[in-house]
């Protein structure tokens, strides 16, 4: 059930062009928070779907998320390497899954091919006052 929840939340991220409410590009991968909702029963956290889009061979740069952030990603196209903090870096390929738990340290995020884009779609519960929910590394 869980799954098919996620899957509708994958599909309705892409194809819900009127959601887009914030969108930013940066260096090879463009970033766009397709669903924004406080949740009903959960006072003062909300879910938000961000869709990461990488060109080939595009990255992200290491990162944190709000303490308050649990992350679970889909790859909905092509293959991501991840590491999470000192973990292994991991491919992930189109129907994969992979979680962040608050705190955690996204070391590499990026396209597994040089040749292929990759996409991936991040459902965050987080606090609904959070305004950044990706801090890069300085």
Request: net charge negative; no cysteine; proline share 6%.
């Amino acid at each position: 059930m869980f799954r098919t929840f996620m899957a509708a939340t994958a599909l309705t991220a892409v194809l819900g062009g009127a959601a887009v409410a914030h969108d930013t590009s940066a260096g090879d991968a463009k970033v766009t928070i397709v669903y924004d909702q406080k949740l009903p029963n959960v006072p003062g956290k909300s879910m938000k779907g961000v869709l990461v889009e990488y060109a080939p061979g595009g990255t992200s740069p290491a990162h944190t998320h709000p303490n308050s952030a649990f992350i679970y990603a889909t790859v909905l196209e092509g293959a991501i390497r991840s590491q999470v903090n000192s973990g292994p870096v991991t491919t992930y390929h189109a129907g994969e899954s992979f979680s962040e738990f608050p705190g955690d340290h996204h070391a590499v995020s990026e396209n597994a091919s040089k040749t292929e884009p990759a996409r991936l779609l991040a459902v965050f519960v987080v606090d609904t006052d959070e305004k950044n929910i990706t801090i890069d590394d300085k």
